[in-house]
T-cell receptor, first 112, second 114 residues
Framework: GEDVEQSLFLSVREGDSSVINCTYT??????LYWYKQEPGAGLQLLTYIFSNMDMKQDQRLTVLLNKKDKHLSLRIADTQTGDSAIYFC????????????FGKGTSLLVTP | DTEVTQTPKHLVMGMTNKKSLKCEQH?????MYWYKQKAKKPPELMFVYSYEKLSINESVPSRFSPECPNSSLLNLHLHALQPEDSALYLC?????????????FGPGTRLTVT
């Protein structure tokens, strides 16, 4: 399958902004997704962006997409301790209409 | 109702046991999925059902047997599992029956095989 790459760890102080980065290889992706997984829980769909958009904002979340560089980022403004979780970037696998290619996940730790 | 529910939350089973995991959604979604997730790893796709028919089987061993009794329910029957099958099993659904679209996940079943 296609590769989705993310950095593994990020630590920020409460109140700061967090930026989680992702690169992908499949240029035919129509949508790109961000999921959040808290310890012991399932994956929560946070947001997604259409491939024809550069930016999407949803309250404290801002998604930026650079199609030329195949780079996706998730910015969390005013990060709170409740934002501590693993964040997965995902894009649909082109060989299958169903499967999602997940990155390895970025573990975000928010310290007081 | 905008959630995917899974039962049981935790399951401990021996290698000779037979058990089943259950998943339910009432969002009218036409595709349902089983994933396996090991600690600190992303989910791995196991099976996809589209319009209640098995569309994808990602070379999963036959000791895992999926079943889709109707459009709202998805089961995973387990038999003669190995300790390495211990993992979090996640169910998901998506609106489109022909693939694609955002997937909504349940909370998972934490399976331990002894």
């Amino acid at each position: 399958g296609e590769d989705v790459e993310q950095s593994l760890f990020l630590s920020v102080r409460e109140g700061d902004s967090s930026v989680i980065n992702c690169t992908y290889t499949d240029s035919s992706s129509t949508y790109l997704y961000w999921y959040k997984q808290e310890p012991g829980a399932g994956l929560q769909l946070l947001t997604y962006i259409f491939s024809n958009m550069d930016m999407k904002q949803d309250q404290r979340l801002t998604v930026l997409l650079n199609k030329k560089d195949k780079h996706l980022s998730l910015r969390i403004a005013d990060t709170q301790t409740g934002d501590s979780a693993i964040y997965f970037c995902a894009d649909p696998e082109s060989n299958s209409g169903y499967a999602l290619n997940f990155g390895k996940g970025t573990s975000l730790l928010v310290t007081p | 109702d905008t959630e995917v529910t899974q039962t049981p939350k935790h399951l401990v089973m021996g290698m000779t046991n037979k058990k089943s995991l259950k998943c339910e959604q009432h969002m009218g979604h036409r595709a349902m999925y089983w994933y396996k997730q090991k600690a600190k790893k992303p989910p791995e796709l196991m099976f996809v059902y589209s319009y209640e028919k098995l569309s994808i089987n990602e070379s999963v061993p036959s000791r895992f047997s999926p079943e889709c009794p109707n459009s709202s329910l998805l089961n995973l029957h387990l038999h003669a599992l190995q300790p390495e099958d211990s993992a979090l099993y996640l169910c998901a659904s998506s609106p489109g029956g022909t693939g694609g679209g955002e997937q909504y996940f349940g909370p998972g079943t934490r399976l331990t095989v002894t």
